[in-house]
């Protein structure tokens, strides 16, 4: 390439911001990205209502062209399955709308841990998502807010770590998040701050040099959980904005969900360690699939599951195997399923 071109390639890229702003949110749109005949999709107006279609372009740019089957396609398109109506399945399966005590949006649920969903957005919208149906306008706080409550934390010797959830905690502008990084990384008391986040899989730009600043405040230890389910959405640019994260410090991890057509399969999951690897992070923890309306169609029975964790037990070091998690409403943590190992030969 010449370097007028390189010049004028770095001049057209958009911002994480515009990136988002010209995400893909129509059928239409969205067939016409994946090179699929719009009456192929599968696509329902009724799933979609409620919780829109919303995919940004860098990755749908990952979905493999014509294949109705892709497992990225999967999980972000409004699909007919999700208007069965499944016994078990419910709005809220992990009830934590009664969780809520007082202060809007923090959830106290495991020892030493505090979780602040600190926004209802998100920047792609899962199909599987268990917040699917969330009352996030019931749960806002302002930035103000939000480090009141950061403060009250702090003051509890019993908290050792304050978790960012949402949403995306990442759709949060930099200056927020580098507020609640300084007041943390102050406190005289050493206090781990933790985001979970999909955004680097879905616009790896989103890791912004301000961003790396803010995790990179002295003193302050910083876990970022990545949430990415198929190798397919760890690109060059993902990879890049995982080397950065951990260039700056941060401990980088990933978790998933379990999800039938998706990474079902103990190959499928050895591809993602491997290079999850090979970005700078390290699997955690793959999810049962949380059981929320509309999400049948993604269940992988805990056999199955255990079963595949075997497998992938004998595929990988340990150190590549994520722990197999499920949760259970009431429950003190998550809770470990043992894998159960293919029998000796
Ligand atoms: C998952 C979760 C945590 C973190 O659990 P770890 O096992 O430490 O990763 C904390 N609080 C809530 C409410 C959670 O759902
Ligand atoms: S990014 Fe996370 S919170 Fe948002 S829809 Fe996807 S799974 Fe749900």
Redesign the pocket.
């Known amino acids: 390439m010449t370097s007028d071109a390189n010049i004028l390639k770095v001049c057209t890229k958009e911002s994480w911001q515009e990136q988002l702003q010209n995400a893909i949110r129509t059928p239409t749109d969205l067939a016409a990205a994946v090179g699929i005949a719009l009456e192929d999709l599968p696509y329902s107006l009724a799933a979609d209502r409620g919780f829109p279609l919303l995919v940004p372009r860098a990755f749908a740019a990952r979905i493999e062209r014509g294949n109705v089957a892709d497992p990225l396609l999967r999980q972000i398109l409004a699909a007919q399955d999700e208007t069965r109506i499944v016994t078990g399945y419910s709005k809220d399966p992990l009830a934590e709308t009664s969780l809520y005590a007082g202060t809007p949006g923090l959830l106290q649920k495991y020892t030493g841990r505090a979780l602040l969903v600190v926004t209802g957005q998100?920047?792609?919208?899962?199909r599987?998502?268990f917040?699917?149906d969330y009352p996030y306008a019931d749960n806002a706080q302002s930035s103000a807010e939000r480090l009141a409550t950061i403060d009250r934390l702090l003051d509890d010797p019993s908290i050792g770590e304050i978790i960012l959830s949402?949403?995306?905690p990442l759709l949060l502008p930099d200056e927020q998040i580098a507020a609640m990084a300084r007041r943390i990384a102050r406190h005289q008391r050493s206090v781990t701050l933790r985001i979970h986040t999909?955004l680097p899989m879905v616009i790896p730009e989103r890791v912004t040099d301000s961003l790396i600043q803010a995790l990179s405040e002295r003193g302050l230890p910083s876990v970022m959980v990545l949430?990415s389910n198929h190798p397919n959405e760890i690109d060059a640019p993902t990879a890049h904005a995982i080397k950065s994260l951990r260039e700056a410090g941060t401990t980088v991890l990933n978790q998933s969900v379990l999800l039938a057509g998706v990474n079902d399969k103990p190959e499928v999951l050895a591809h993602l360690s491997d290079r999850l690897f090979a970005a700078g992070a390290l699997p955690y923890y793959i999810h049962m699939l949380d059981k929320v309306a509309g999400a049948a169609h993604f269940e992988v029975s805990e056999d199955s599951a255990r079963r595949i964790m075997g497998e992938l037990s004998g595929m990988r070091p340990g150190y590549l195997v994520p722990r197999l998690v499920i949760e259970r409403p009431g429950a003190g943590s998550k809770q470990q399923l043992e894998p159960i190992y293919p029998s000796a030969r």
């Open positions: 998100c920047a792609i919208n899962c599987y998502c917040r699917r949402g949403g995306d999909r949430h």
